[in-house]
């Protein structure tokens, strides 16, 4: 099992570029989720999903948009990248039954010039 | 809204001695669980240790132990016997669907 995977792990973009940051998994995990990380901000929640179809706001959605067609992939796109939205990416998904860890993807470093 | 306080941004310990992590919490459910992730240079997050709230017992994994305080919304992890390896990044975090962290405490172990 490759367990969760994202693409790419690193991209620069410029102001104003578009991307699509892909998450996959391969546990049958019905929630998913994504995170930033930030130097001192610790990992703020960006959007999640409990299920194929569905998807929820985190902590700081504005500026990016998801979505979960398919049970295994969780897609996070940023249509106008701005500076502001350089950070780390990390996607995380666990099964809804009993809360139990996440399993975490490696991250992807995203930088917006 | 809920939100995760980890007061201490870093943290010092010699090595073989015991060292106590805060993280503070503020929720108006009953139900939740926590938990206490490790997150080494090799930036992978590790899960440490997990606490369902409606348990009173305070959950325990080999040398990691909280002290969970419900009325006080307070989750604290103990680390015995610190080790070189234990020095990471240590995050806090609440939730139930949707699971929300804390900005995290950087521990360092002294040789």
């Known amino acids: 099992n490759a367990g969760v995977t994202q693409t790419p792990k690193f991209r620069v973009l410029k102001t104003g570029q578009s991307m699509t940051l892909l998450c996959a998994q391969d546990?049958?995990?019905?929630?998913m989720y994504w995170y930033r990380q930030d130097p001192g901000m610790g990992l703020r929640l960006i959007h999640y999903s409990v299920g194929e179809g569905t998807t929820a706001k985190g902590e700081v959605p504005d500026g990016y948009n998801v979505s979960r067609l398919k049970k295994q992939n969780f897609l996070l796109g940023l249509e106008s990248a701005a500076p502001s939205q350089t950070s780390v990416y990390f996607c995380a998904s666990r099964f809804r039954r009993e809360v139990n860890e996440q399993f975490f993807g490696p991250g992807t470093r995203l930088t917006v010039l | 809204a809920q939100t995760v306080t980890q007061s201490q941004p870093e943290m010092s310990v010699q090595e073989a001695e015991t060292v106590t992590l805060s993280c503070t919490y503020d929720?108006?459910?009953?139900?939740?669980?926590l938990f206490w992730y490790k997150q080494p240079p090799s930036r992978q997050m590790i899960l440490v240790i997990r606490q369902e709230a409606y348990k009173q017992q305070n959950a325990t994994e080999n040398r990691f132990s909280v002290n969970f305080q419900k009325a006080a919304k307070s989750f604290s992890l103990k680390i015995s016997d610190s080790q070189l390896g234990d020095a990471a990044m240590y995050f806090c975090a609440y939730g139930d669907d949707k699971i929300i962290f804390g900005k995290g405490t950087r521990l360092h172990i002294l040789p």
């Open positions: 546990m049958n995990h019905e929630y």
């Open positions: 929720t108006s459910e009953s139900d939740y669980y």
